[in-house]
């Protein structure tokens, strides 16, 4: 007895078109994700600007405290602000020091920096 099976071809038609397209062909030409899979983000990085407010408010303590100098008589004084805090630098009398301080405590310095040198 002999058994005929009708779509016995076709079975191995589709087998082997099924095994000849995965025939470990790793092609992603037709892949349509392909472009969103690069993990290729741009990101723009942000950077670090000096903040406009403390250099504003430096200014205003040194004007503050050069004024206060030229109020007070007080010459020959070079006035630095960094952070709010005040650097007194130069060649002044001794009696003229305690002036060239108050000056730049009221000025509204966080911290004052005495680099001053005696005068004589």
């Not at 191995?12 to 983000?41: E, S």
């Not at 130069?90 to 000025?107: I, L």
């Amino acid at each position: 007895m002999k058994i005929r099976s009708a779509g016995g071809g076709a079975l191995v038609l589709a087998l082997a078109l099924g095994a000849a397209a995965c025939g470990g062909k790793d092609d992603n030409a037709n892949n349509t994700n392909a472009a969103r899979n690069t993990n290729a983000i741009t990101v723009a990085t942000p950077t670090s600007t000096p903040t406009p407010v403390a250099a504003s408010e430096d200014t205003a303590i040194k004007n503050k405290t050069e004024a206060a100098l030229a109020k007070a008589g007080v010459t020959g004084v070079t006035v630095t602000v960094s952070g709010g805090e005040v650097t007194l630098k130069g060649d002044v009398a001794k009696a003229k020091w305690p002036d060239a301080m108050k000056a730049a405590n009221e000025s509204g310095a966080k911290k004052v920096n005495n680099q001053l040198n005696d005068k004589k």
